[in-house]
């Protein structure tokens, strides 16, 4: 579990996401992988039956021209993943990185990050919103499923340029799952030496300023200057508006914390704040 693993798709924020991943692997003192996976999209030409609506010579024709196509295709996408990977490669290496590597893969995303999982210490990947702010209706359908699949950290870039954090934010509710991500904050080094903020969102309980005092004196002890903010409100109300007036760069949140029952009923706090998060998210298992 020694590397930072970065999934790079040539999309808009692609040197976004290679430029987290840049950060993350000088925070953690680890190797950086790139992962670029060749998956089959549906608007690719299907090579499907069609004998009922065409003759034989015709069929073997168009079958034909159909297969070279694909294949066409194929290699074209071979050659722009190469040449991705080698543009990301001299990136890090300008960077001052030298422990560097490159996995072309063939398939889906989540089954090539599901392999890489037993040495990877961080994923990173980017967001692709067709809008942005509150018409932002649904998270990307890869970056979910990466999340929900892997036991690892995620941090997942948004917008088109890489800033370095000065503060970042925690969204603290007090479960298992919240303190659990304040303890790794407190263990690790990718956020070590910058200012956080620890958000809760509800009414200001005994038991809430107790879990908050709590996770407070967690990461003081690891060395962090710490600030909390107890709000009354939602969560998806509460937490976007702190990041603001705050100006925190980084967003940290656990990790669908309840049953996969619940949040089939209710949703789940960990993808709507991931949808609606204007600053990058670093998720945590």
């Known amino acids: ?15 976004t996401v ?15 992988a790139f992962l670029h996976a060749l998956e ?12 009922g609506a065409l003759g034989m010579g015709a069929q073997e024709s168009l079958l034909q021209s159909l297969s070279e196509l694909d294949e066409k295709q194929g290699r074209l996408a071979q050659e722009s993943g190469r040449q991705l990977l080698a543009a990301a490669r001299q990136r890090a290496e300008s960077a001052g990185l030298s422990r560097i590597d490159e996995r072309l ?17 961080l994923f990173v990947l980017g967001e692709h919103f067709r809008s942005s702010g509150a018409a932002r209706l649904h998270l990307d359908h890869h970056v979910e499923r990466v999340i929900r699949s892997v036991a690892r950290p995620a941090l997942v870039a948004t917008g088109s340029r890489f800033v370095a954090p000065q503060r970042f934010l925690i969204a603290f509710d007090g479960s298992p799952t919240a303190k659990k991500a304040v303890t790794m904050v407190a263990a690790s080094p990718l956020l070590a030496g910058l200012p956080v903020l620890l958000a809760m969102a509800g009414h200001s309980t005994p038991q809430a300023v107790q879990q908050l005092g709590e ?8 060395g962090f200057d710490v600030a909390t903010e107890l709000v009354n409100g ?6 976007p508006r702190l990041v603001d007036s705050h100006s925190a760069d980084l967003l940290v949140i656990g990790a669908y914390g309840h049953s996969r029952l619940r949040q089939l009923i209710v949703g789940s706090t960990t993808t709507t704040l991931l949808r609606i998060s204007e600053v990058p998210v670093l998720v945590l298992r």
């Open 215 to 222: 996770a407070k004196r967690t990461l003081q002890d690891a």
């Open 18 to 32: 290679v430029d987290w991943a840049i950060w993350s692997a000088r925070r953690l003192d680890t190797p950086l």
């Open 40 to 51: 089959r999209h549906p608007e690719r030409v299907d090579l499907g039956d069609y004998s």
């Open 234 to 239: 939602d969560v998806e109300t509460v937490i």
């Open 1 to 15: 579990m020694d590397q930072v693993v970065a999934c790079i798709d040539g999309q808009t924020n692609t040197t």
């Open 105 to 121: 893969r063939h398939g889906e995303l989540i089954d090539t990050v599901l392999e890489l999982e037993p040495a990877a210490r």
